[in-house]
């Protein structure tokens, strides 16, 4: 039983890790687009999902 527990838990961390990365990517893309651009991109990133 804690050996189940043990490997969600460690898929559990590999998933928030990757979403950080994921995050982290989209961050720096972001920051490097000129300003219209980004606006445009903020607008379509409010009407997504909150539970990707």
Same mark, same amino acid.
């Given at each position: 039983?804690? !050996?189940? +527990? !043990?490997?969600?838990?460690?898929?559990?961390?590999? !998933?928030?890790?990757?979403?950080?990365?994921?995050?982290?990517?989209?961050?720096?893309? +972001?920051?490097?687009? @000129?300003? /219209?651009?980004? /606006?445009?991109?903020?607008?379509?990133?409010?009407?997504? @999902?909150? /539970?990707?």
């Amino acid at each position: 039983m804690r !050996l189940i +527990i !043990l490997k969600l838990f460690e898929i559990e961390r590999e !998933l928030y890790n990757a979403r950080l990365r994921l995050i982290n990517w989209i961050f720096e893309e +972001i920051s490097i687009q @000129p300003v /219209n651009k980004k /606006n445009e991109i903020k607008e379509k990133g409010k009407k997504l @999902p909150l /539970n990707l």
